[in-house]
């Protein structure tokens, strides 16, 4: 559950930074006094999902099993959706996902919720 929370807690902290160029708060001279170099584009964030033929087949025993055939499997997955990840990004396919409970602000800004990618 740690992992999660510093996962969301990453994915707020992007939320707020995209915030910040949305608004125009982010000067050439605070960004060059801090070291950062964020464009005038909000920052995207991808996700590889694991494919939905194997999500339906894990259960909650299968989070805890070590079994070299288990793990492979994952792998194999994820080498998968990777590829195909890929793929669909290079055609411009692997469009930005909607995740509203992200935002760090609770709520859709400027009548647009956060998006994650």
């Known amino acids: 559950m740690l992992v999660l929370e510093k996962h969301r807690h990453q994915l707020q902290l992007i939320d707020v930074v995209n915030l910040l160029i949305q608004e125009g708060a982010l000067t050439d001279r605070f960004k ?7 464009g005038n584009s909000p920052i995207t964030v991808r996700f590889i999902r694991m ?6 087949n894990l259960d909650y025993p299968s989070k805890l099993s070590r079994l ?43 009548g647009h919720p956060a998006t994650h990618a």
């Open 51 to 56: 494919s939905k033929a194997l999500q339906e």
């Open 68 to 110: 070299p055939s288990h793990i492979d499997r994952l792998i194999a997955d994820g080498e998968a959706q990777t590829i195909s990840f890929l793929g669909d990004l290079e055609e411009g396919q692997a469009a930005p996902e909607v995740v509203a409970d992200q935002s760090m602000l609770g709520h859709a800004r400027n």
């Open 32 to 38: 060059a006094r801090l070291g950062v170099d964020v």
